[in-house]
């Protein structure tokens, strides 16, 4: 699926944000052996290395210098080595990938320095590839070689995607935040429920602005409706619709951080266009705009986002579906964007960004087994039901919208060094 799909979701504007399915399952795990191994290709030649022994850590950290600069090979604590405990959903599988997730689970704080040494071998081969000349036409041997550029080319590709997945998570460690697991019943839980993790709500709204944050409130509202302070009630949902739910959440949260990037610039410029300085009764009467009957109505658009929602909520809050929802500087802000405008910022930029929205998704809730009748519905009756609280379903979704944060952040960085992203 490609970035700039035509089908797409309804956001709190009436903006079209890109909809995702759901990609590959899987647990990203150190699975290696006690020591770190890079494969030979994606080795530079290493001239001086020292080793620095942490013993009271268990682990072992050995500096490498080379031409291309600090090379960081680590060791695996004898903890960690035998810990088959998951930090994150996805497997990761190229070899660049498994590097990563052994660091991930050894030395957190050592990935940015792994990643650069992975992004400058990416870039020597991919400039080595575009120096190649193709053979003269003669056939079977100029396919061949386009063929092989072709696999190598979809190497580079998953090891890019794999890079930025192994980014996301590392910003959720170094925020001191666990990634919720691949969702399935409790074993230690007779009545079933899904989520049995810790609450970390309060750390996952402090990574956010406040006028962001402000937003997400907003969005927690169209999901959960009159159930958002009702933490402890559980409810029976299907698992298809908290999945999509999810992944439209991670790409609310991508749109949200590009557009309060910018909000946050002209702000510290003081640039701000004068509708976002406007006293609160004048921001309340622009947002009740948008809430009327008929025409840009955003309450039938976010019930076209959410349709889950009505099932969730047990019934509309007494104001009807919306009703919650506050008027703040960033919402009007964005208002006030051309429909151009708002288009780009609600596109994802690149096919590595959407595949890693699929991936994760797919390998937090599991492939949906989806028939269509032959009347061009979706027949639900194997459609898996959860059960879960409001509580969970808020931890979630707040989840991902940050997932969605760090993943436009870490494109940016990972843009800047290799570059990928087309618009």
């Known amino acids: 699926m490609e970035a700039g799909a035509a089908t797409v979701v309804r956001s709190q504007f009436g903006s079209s944000i890109p909809s995702t399915s759901i990609g590959r399952s899987g647990i990203l795990t150190a699975n290696g052996p006690n020591f770190l191994r890079l494969g030979t290709k994606f080795q530079p030649a290493v001239k001086h290395c020292t080793s620095i022994s942490q ?7 050995v500096v490498c210098r080379s031409r291309r600069g600090l090379v960081v090979r680590a060791s695996l604590s004898s903890d960690s080595a035998g810990s088959s405990e998951p930090i994150a959903p996805l497997q990761l599988e190229s070899p660049i990938g498994q590097f990563l997730s052994q660091i991930l689970v050894s030395h957190p704080h050592l990935v940015p320095a792994a990643v650069e040494q992975q992004l400058e071998q990416l870039q020597t081969d991919r400039d080595a590839e575009t120096k190649k000349e193709e053979p003269p036409a003669s056939g079977t041997d100029l396919i061949l070689y386009r063929r092989i550029a072709e696999v190598k080319a979809n190497e580079r590709r998953k090891a890019l995607e794999e890079i930025l997945y192994a980014l996301v998570v590392q910003k959720f460690m170094d925020a001191n935040v666990s990634l919720i697991p691949t969702i399935a019943p409790s074993s230690s839980d007779s009545s079933g429920q899904v989520d049995v993790w810790a609450s970390q709500d309060e750390k996952l709204e402090q990574l956010h602005s406040p006028e962001a944050y402000e937003m997400i409130q ?36 991508y749109f949200l951080k590009r557009v309060d990037q ?9 640039i701000l266009p004068n509708a976002s300085d406007e006293l609160e009764s004048d921001i309340q009467t622009a947002a009740g705009g948008n809430m009327r009957p008929g025409g840009d109505d955003v309450t039938s658009q976010a019930r076209a986002s959410h349709p889950e929602v009505s099932s969730w909520s047990g019934g509309i809050s007494p104001g009807g579906f919306g009703h919650g929802i506050k008027a703040s500087r960033l919402r009007t802000y964005v208002m006030s964007f051309d429909g151009e405008t708002l288009q780009t910022y609600a596109t994802i930029r690149s096919k590595e960004a959407v595949s890693i929205i699929e991936k994760h998704t797919e390998a937090l809730f599991g492939r949906p087994e989806i028939v269509i009748t032959p009347q061009g519905t979706v027949d639900s009756s194997k459609d898996e039901q959860i059960r879960i609280s409001f509580g969970g379903l808020k931890r979630l979704v707040l989840e991902a919208v940050t997932f969605g944060s760090f993943l436009w952040d870490v494109e940016s960085y990972v843009d800047s060094r290799y570059h990928f992203v087309m618009n």
């Open 55 to 61: 013993p009271k850590l268990g682990h072992r950290k």
């Open 218 to 253: 907003n969005h927690l509202t169209l999901i959960l409706g009159n159930r958002i302070a009702d933490s402890t009630a559980v409810a029976q949902i299907s698992k298809l619709r908290v999945g999509q739910v999810y992944a439209a959440s991670v790409m609310y949260g």
């Open 262 to 270: 910018r909000f946050q610039l002209e702000k510290t410029m003081k």
